[in-house]
């Protein structure tokens, strides 16, 4: 639990819950019987933490281990930052309320480029070296997982181990590694060269980067035996993969607030600008009776009476109706409500909507993705303006009012006339609002139309693409809001400076290094938050770093030139990512997964929907 010097300062902040530790179902060990500690760290405030499923499945399983000891570590936000510094006090374990510089491994997840500075400033709060050339012993190794190790080179300098792909097999297997090499004695350089070894672990201390003049890459050299391809890991049998019975029961209201059942891994669409898509292939699916059991047991555990059933495309499910009837009728009698996010257009049926009307209708949320199409067959989203017109209707019948429309500007091919199409296509669901018979009396209808930057990002078809700038992205935005004419319509827009930087980190190679080692001498954190984003600040040190971000931005690549990420195999052969651009570029569609085999790579693995029968 967290000291006494920590308690005189929770009353000068907002919300100290974020702080304490001591939650329902928060694991605390005896540190004198554990061989390894692991401080989880999250680069975002605790509510955005632990929110995310991720953590909730490692920090479980770690602990399920009697010699490993897994804690949590969120980013202060600014006000408890502030008082840290002030008293002295470094950052902390919720668990024991002890400082990082006490833990064997320091573990980010990297969801979000705008966190990196979160990582290196956390480091920094904690008195650890962010370089990891400065930590010299077998001790605060900080390693990182998640979304962003598919291009883990901006943070190369820093981080000593990356997990690429999925963690519930490699992270334990680096644990017991360095279990063994810390009993030995051994040196944190003969640590990290064994490893290297280990499928799905990259170790950046291990390869060396040439540029040519143009500042492309020349080569990328491994040494020390390390391998030419980092292949991610990957978990094939979902009914057997580690899932949590209980989750840590937050003391403050977090983001999402509930009970979380992972359905399945992957996606069957293919939708070209979507990197989850392209990374976590091929679709593997948990079977309905185990998706009951865990969603009873983590209701049982926790209080939760609300469950969400997790995945990149729900309705995609392949007994998407059956799973909803095998839950229903268990939580209907417990009193359990069910929610479905992340539903297709061409996914949202009677039948579905029958079985969720037990989750207040606060609204329904879609991804046409783009206003034309033209241009959603240009991104391979298959979805064409009639189904989600009779989506619509079918929702609006079923007493829905509120609808929010996700798109994207700045895709690859997109026109003036593409923008003004998403204007259009809320209009045409308004009109649809109006023309449904049984629709709620009394309310009117609201559409909420949302439309975020495009930025291309690693392992997908758009990868050589280039990012629109900042001027064509507020262009576009105006020319969208001013062809919006009713007050029936919402528009919400992303900042372009903030998907612009974004754009630069995604993309970014080992010179951007140097310019998140000066983000954090300046103090730079939360830059995905506009209480702290700075854009201008940032170009400052791009300047004085002699970096031009546009070189990560706004060029397009060729298909010959060495990409920063070209040595991770996330199992999608860049043949196939090249023939998708090419696709694109003349509107053509590629079936999904279950229609046809596209013959990407994924079924390598051996398993998954690669080796169902269509």
Not at 352 to 363: D, E, F, H, Q, Y
Request: charged share 25%.
């Amino acid at each position: 639990m967290y000291s006494k010097e920590v308690e005189k300062i929770l009353l000068k902040v907002q919300k100290p819950g974020r702080y304490t530790g001591g939650e329902l179902n928060s694991i605390v060990k005896d540190k004198s019987k554990v061989d390894v500690r692991f401080a989880f760290c999250f680069p975002d405030t605790y509510e955005i933490g632990m929110s995310h499923l991720g953590m909730k499945i490692l920090y479980s399983q770690f602990n399920s281990y009697d010699h490993i000891w897994c804690e949590r570590v969120f980013a202060p936000w600014i006000d408890m930052e502030e008082q840290m510094i002030k008293n002295n006090i470094p950052l902390y374990a919720l668990e024991s309320g002890d400082p990082l510089t006490e833990f064997d491994f320091i573990g980010f997840t990297l969801q979000y480029e705008l966190s990196y500075t979160n990582v290196l400033n956390m480091l920094k709060l904690a008195g650890i070296p962010v370089l990891s050339s400065e930590r010299t012993e077998l001790s605060n190794i900080v390693v990182a997982g998640g979304t962003c190790t598919s291009n883990p080179e901006p943070l190369a300098d820093f981080i000593d181990i990356f997990f690429i792909g999925e963690g519930e097999e490699v992270d334990i297997e680096v644990m017991e590694l360095y279990r063994d090499f810390k009993k030995q004695g051994k040196s944190k350089e003969e640590f990290l060269i064994a490893a290297a070894q280990i499928e799905g672990v990259y170790v950046p201390a291990l390869y060396e980067v040439e540029y040519n003049e143009d500042g492309t890459i020349s080569s990328f050299t491994p040494k020390h035996g390390a391998p030419e391809k980092v292949s991610k890991r990957i978990m094939m049998d979902m009914d057997n993969t580690y899932y949590p019975d209980s989750f840590v029961v937050p003391m403050v209201e977090i983001v999402h607030d509930r009970a979380i059942s992972e359905i399945f891994r992957g996606c069957i669409r293919g939708c070209r600008f979507c990197q989850a898509g392209f990374l976590n292939r091929p679709v593997r699916e948990k079977s309905k009776d185990t998706i009951l059991n865990q969603c009873r047991t983590l209701c049982d555990s926790t209080g939760y009476d609300e469950v969400s059933l997790s995945s990149l495309s729900s309705s995609d499910y392949s007994d998407i109706v059956g799973l909803l009837t095998t839950l229903t009728e268990w939580s209907d009698k417990s009193g359990v409500s069910l929610s479905l996010p992340s539903l297709r257009v061409d996914g949202f049926t009677d039948d579905i909507m029958n079985k969720i009307k037990t989750v207040r209708k606060s609204g329904l949320t879609f991804a046409p993705e783009a206003g034309t199409q033209r241009l959603r067959d240009a991104i391979n989203k298959n979805v064409r303006e009639d189904e989600l017109l009779k989506t619509c209707h079918t929702a609006f019948a079923g007493g829905w009012t509120n609808v929010k429309l996700y798109f994207m500007i700045g895709l690859p091919t997109e026109t003036l006339e593409d923008v003004e199409g998403i204007a259009n296509l809320g209009q045409a669901v308004v009109n649809e609002f109006y023309r449904t018979e049984g629709r709620a009396k009394g309310r009117g209808v609201n559409v909420t139309v949302s439309a975020s930057s495009f930025v291309p990002k690693p392992h997908t078809p758009f990868q050589w693409e280039a990012q629109d700038t900042i001027e064509t992205i507020h262009k576009k935005q105006k020319h969208l809001k001013e062809s919006i004419h009713t007050k029936k319509i919402s528009f919400n827009y992303h900042e372009a400076d903030t998907s612009y930087l974004e754009g630069v980190f995604a993309r970014g190679d080992r010179k951007l290094c140097k310019v998140m080692l000066k983000a954090c001498e300046k103090g730079f954190r939360f830059d995905g938050w506009n209480d702290c984003f700075n854009f201008n600040a940032w170009m400052d040190i791009f300047k004085e770093c002699g970096i031009d971000p546009d070189f990560y931005t706004t060029r397009k690549r060729s298909f010959d030139e060495i990409l920063p990420w070209d040595f991770l195999d996330y199992g999608v052969c860049k043949r196939f990512l090249m023939s998708e651009r090419e696709k694109a570029y003349n509107s053509k569609t590629t079936p999904n997964c279950r229609e046809k085999c596209s013959a990407c790579g994924a079924n390598k693995y051996g398993g998954g929907i690669c080796f169902e029968k269509r």
